[in-house]
């Protein structure tokens, strides 16, 4: 089950039954299935918050993943704030849909064991994503 809820925003306006199963078709192209996935859509000063708290990071993020994957099953709660999405857009030159869609399944390919932080790693998160977003 994936579940979508706000802290400090309005719920952003995704499809939900859209963007649940486009979740689930891009966990399957690694055989993986979605078992409980929460996302929190909140702002940049909750964000911080998550981030000081459970990581002991003192900045703002666009997401923070945390995963509780079991084997072939997704699991996990995924924090994104809306405002550094918003920011990153404008930064990207992307819409704000497109850089909210392409922060949603991030935190997804991270459940799937894709990282971002080694050599190499950003380069294959970013063809990863792309690839995500073409099944949209």
Known sequence: MISYSCENVKMPAIKKRDTTAWIRRVAATYNKKVGEVGYLFCDDEHILEVNREYLGHDYYTDIITFDYCEDDVLNGDLVIS???????????????????????????????????????????????????????
């Not at 918003?86 to 392409?102: G, M």
């Not at 997804?108 to 970013?126: A, Q």
């Open 82 to 136: 809306l405002d550094t999405v918003r920011t990153n857009a404008e930064l990207f030159h992307k819409t704000y849909d497109e850089e909210l869609h392409r922060v949603i399944i991030h935190g997804i390919l991270h459940l799937c064991g894709i990282n971002d932080k080694g050599p190499g790693e950003r380069e294959i998160m970013e063809a990863a994503e792309n690839k995500a977003l073409e099944l949209l």
